[in-house]
């Protein structure tokens, strides 16, 4: 199926005017009505964590109260039972982990996998701020860190659609440093940046992560929910009408591949699935929400799906 290219966009690059659009679709996902994530996760729900409760104030206890809620400090105080009360709270921290490193610097047919994480970053911020949450992000290029903490009102999702941009069109000048780390002080910066019980979404084609990351993985799980949105472009699955040699590299080494070759189109294949296969046992082994993207279509047409 062939689709075309979000207005404003080329795919390479990013510009503001495809960014912004996605302010106005967030109507259509907005609590009780619909959800984002129960559209995108169909069967994959994991655990639903709801929003945080604020201490507010301690007041006797009066018939039909929780017992859960007893205080029993000012209970054995005063010698009649006292109950605590809370309120919802009000500004949830959610905050974008934004992947922009070299392998998200790739796509084969529409978009390349970072403009994707792109827009997918503009719909989840100007969401959160719809639902009058605090949104944040930190955006990792592979070389280094922005750390935008949570914001509130519209200058959150601005501040982190401009850094997109400027980013993206810094590492498509070709001046930037060809090393790569892997993503480990991206979680070290998450676990600092994040309140506890944040909503921490992860975009990215988790290609610079390590097992030996874990634990650094756990600590941010532990303490917020925590959602993986695995973005990926069709030739990693061996999918592409090319049937020509190429010169391909994995930031590490190059080598050619000959894509007329059923072989080589069944190793890209199984290496692709092996990688998903991870991911997915590592989201179930911690009961986080785990979900695909493709850059081979628009983000709405996808949500839509």
Not at 167 to 189: C, H, I, N, W, Y
Not at 270 to 285: R, Y
Request: net charge positive.
């Amino acid at each position: 199926m062939n689709y075309s290219l979000p207005t404003h966009a080329d795919g390479v690059h990013l510009c503001l005017d495809e960014l912004l659009p996605y302010q106005q679709h967030t109507a259509k996902w907005l609590p009780p009505a619909k959800s984002l994530w129960s559209q995108m996760l169909g069967k994959h729900q994991s655990r639903q964590l709801g929003r945080g409760m604020d201490f507010a104030e301690v007041r006797q206890y009066q018939p039909g109260d929780d017992i859960r809620t007893i205080d029993w400090r000012v209970t054995a105080r005063t010698g009649k039972p006292h109950t605590k009360l809370f309120t919802e709270e009000r500004e949830k921290p959610v905050v974008l982990y934004i992947d922009l490193s070299a392998s998200m610097q790739f796509g084969s047919t529409l978009l390349f996998k970072s403009v994707q994480a792109a827009h997918l970053a503009s719909l989840l911020s100007w969401l959160a701020i719809a639902q009058k949450d605090r949104i944040g992000a930190v955006i990792d290029t592979g070389y280094k860190l922005v750390e935008l903490k949570p914001t509130s009102r519209t200058k959150g999702p601005l501040t982190i659609l401009a850094q997109l941009v400027a980013l993206q069109k810094e590492l498509l000048s070709g001046q930037t440093p060809p090393e790569q780390r892997d993503m480990k002080q991206a979680f070290v910066a998450l676990n600092r940046l994040c309140p506890k019980g944040s909503e921490v979404v992860l975009i990215s084609d988790f290609i610079r992560y390590r097992t030996e990351l874990k634990p650094l993985f756990n600590q941010l799980h532990r303490r917020n929910r925590v959602r993986l949105i695995h973005i990926y472009d069709p030739l990693e699955q061996g999918n592409t009408l090319f049937r020509g040699t190429e010169l391909v590299t994995d930031q590490k080494d190059e080598r050619w591949l000959n894509f007329s070759l059923n072989s080589t189109r069944n190793g890209i294949k199984k290496a692709f699935e092996s990688h998903k296969e991870k991911l997915e046992l590592l989201c179930q082994s911690m009961k986080m929400d785990y979900h695909a993207l493709s850059s081979d279509s628009p983000l709405l047409q996808q949500l839509a799906g």
